[in-house]
């Protein structure tokens, strides 16, 4: 289930990437802004948490799942700014409502596991070592 929850994770964050690329390239309604500007700010923000996402860190998928819901109120604002930005909010918000969710479950479920292998491994031994030096063995004749 961990591994589904991040690859689920991964392939969504990679299709906000795609999709968010693809728009400020010229998808949909040109903007009077200039398209490198758009880069930056739609496409710029998505960058940062992708080598903690591609290392598998927990905590990164959290705050990421944190950034996808700002890409879920675009995409919210593009279904209902017009007509013709409807089709690529709809996409937005399925991309950007399954990169949420994913995230969301990889860090839970992750966290979890991270949580239960620290406790198990940090149990002492119940018998204490052989080689004790408080009884150093008798010195024979």
Same mark, same amino acid.
């Given at each position: 289930?961990?591994?589904?929850?991040?690859?689920?994770?991964?392939?969504?964050?990679?299709?906000?990437?795609?999709?968010?690329?693809?728009?400020?390239?010229?998808?949909?309604?040109?903007?009077?802004?200039?398209?490198? @500007?758009? @880069?930056?700010?739609?496409?710029?923000?998505?960058?940062?948490?992708?080598?903690?996402?591609?290392?598998?860190?927990?905590?990164?998928?959290?705050?990421?799942?944190?950034?996808?819901?700002?890409?879920?109120?675009?995409?919210?604002? &593009?279904?209902?700014?017009?007509?013709?930005?409807? $089709?690529?909010?709809?996409?937005?918000?399925?991309?950007?409502?399954?990169?949420?969710?994913?995230?969301?479950?990889?860090?839970? @479920?992750?966290?979890?596991?991270?949580?239960?292998?620290?406790?198990?491994?940090?149990?002492?031994?119940?018998?204490?070592?052989?080689?004790?030096?408080?009884?150093? $063995?008798?010195?024979? &004749?």
């Amino acid at each position: 289930m961990i591994r589904i929850a991040r690859w689920l994770a991964l392939l969504a964050w990679a299709g906000l990437i795609a999709f968010w690329f693809a728009r400020a390239v010229g998808l949909g309604q040109t903007p009077q802004v200039p398209r490198a @500007l758009l @880069l930056v700010f739609h496409v710029g923000p998505l960058l940062f948490p992708l080598r903690g996402l591609l290392d598998g860190r927990p905590y990164t998928h959290a705050w990421a799942s944190f950034l996808a819901l700002w890409y879920f109120v675009l995409s919210v604002d &593009d279904i209902a700014g017009g007509l013709s930005d409807r $089709p690529l909010g709809a996409i937005g918000l399925g991309l950007a409502t399954s990169a949420f969710v994913a995230c969301v479950a990889y860090a839970r @479920l992750e966290g979890r596991r991270r949580k239960i292998d620290s406790q198990t491994n940090t149990a002492e031994p119940l018998t204490a070592p052989s080689d004790s030096k408080e009884n150093p $063995p008798a010195a024979s &004749d």
